[in-house]
């Protein structure tokens, strides 16, 4: 099971797929991902999910949570039972009970620390396979229509950055593998993306060098700046 906030939301398997709909119930999903199993109490799903929260937000969080439980027991029945109400001295609170394994972007976090360590052991062989898997788990941009507040938007951006970082140490793995004209698209694509990311540049230089091409690389060390 694989609860999805990268791009798509929502929960699937190995071979199905089924996204969560409504803006509240989609923010509610990627604030427990982002929290990772840690118990979010009704105030911070408040101020999560709204600037100016709206004057009944308090007193239908319950209904907002029964909605999104409903929701991933229509997709997947065995869901449902991820979705816990935790109870205590401070009151209640609701998380999610799923292992960094099951959650797409705690993966995407954990594919890119395990590639980055194999590249800085020499070992860009061994790097290669998570970074593919990294890449691969993005669907686009994370919060899409979903509700948020400006300080749950600004944690959104930080997996903008871990993307693209996938991708260079991707880049950096198989120029070391001995890879370059096959690369120089890819790089150009990071680039279109951010051209202010100078990591990208230099994979750019090493890859034009690799391929003989040294009108390229003087071009790519000398390029304004946008």
């Given at each position: 099971?694989?609860?999805?906030?990268?791009?798509?939301?929502?929960?699937?398997?190995?071979?199905?797929?089924?996204?969560?709909?409504?803006?509240?119930?989609?923010?509610?999903?990627?604030?427990?991902?982002?929290?990772?199993?840690?118990?979010?109490?009704?105030?911070?799903?408040?101020?999560?999910?709204?600037?100016?929260?709206?004057?009944?937000?308090?007193?239908?969080?319950?209904?907002?949570?029964?909605?999104?439980?409903?929701?991933?027991?229509?997709?997947?029945?065995?869901?449902?039972?991820?979705?816990?109400?935790?109870?205590?001295?401070?009151?209640?609170?609701?998380?999610?009970?799923?292992?960094?394994?099951?959650?797409?972007?705690?993966?995407?976090?954990?594919?890119?620390?395990?590639?980055?360590?194999?590249?800085?052991?020499?070992?860009?062989?061994?790097?290669?396979?998570?970074?593919?898997?990294?890449?691969?788990?993005?669907?686009?941009?994370?919060?899409?229509?979903?509700?948020?507040?400006?300080?749950?938007?600004?944690?959104?951006?930080?997996?903008?950055?871990?993307?693209?970082?996938?991708?260079?140490?991707?880049?950096?793995?198989?120029?070391?593998?001995?890879?370059?004209?096959?690369?120089?698209?890819?790089?150009?694509?990071?680039?279109?993306?951010?051209?202010?990311?100078?990591?990208?540049?230099g994979l750019l230089v090493r890859a034009l060098r690799g391929r003989g091409e040294a009108a390229g690389t003087f071009a790519a060390h000398t390029r304004p700046i946008p």
């Amino acid at each position: 099971m694989l609860f999805r906030v990268l791009g798509r939301v929502g929960v699937g398997t190995g071979t199905t797929e089924h996204e969560v709909r409504g803006p509240v119930a989609r923010g509610l999903l990627t604030l427990l991902v982002l929290e990772e199993g840690r118990p979010v109490t009704p105030a911070r799903l408040i101020s999560s999910l709204w600037d100016d929260p709206p004057e009944a937000a308090r007193r239908n969080v319950a209904s907002h949570v029964a909605e999104l439980r409903r929701q991933l027991t229509a997709c997947l029945p065995e869901a449902a039972d991820r979705l816990v109400t935790v109870s205590g001295p401070n009151g209640t609170a609701y998380r999610l009970a799923a292992g960094p394994d099951e959650l797409d972007a705690a993966s995407l976090r954990d594919l890119i620390e395990h590639g980055t360590a194999a590249l800085s052991a020499g070992a860009a062989g061994d790097a290669v396979e998570p970074l593919e898997r990294a890449v691969a788990l993005w669907g686009g941009p994370i919060g899409r229509d979903c509700a948020a507040s400006t300080e749950l938007r600004e944690r959104f951006g930080a997996f903008d950055d871990l993307y693209a970082t996938a991708r260079e140490r991707l880049v950096e793995a198989r120029l070391a593998l001995g890879g370059n004209t096959e690369l120089v698209p890819e790089i150009h694509a990071i680039l279109a993306r951010d051209p202010m990311r100078e990591s990208a540049w230099g994979l750019l230089v090493r890859a034009l060098r690799g391929r003989g091409e040294a009108a390229g690389t003087f071009a790519a060390h000398t390029r304004p700046i946008p």
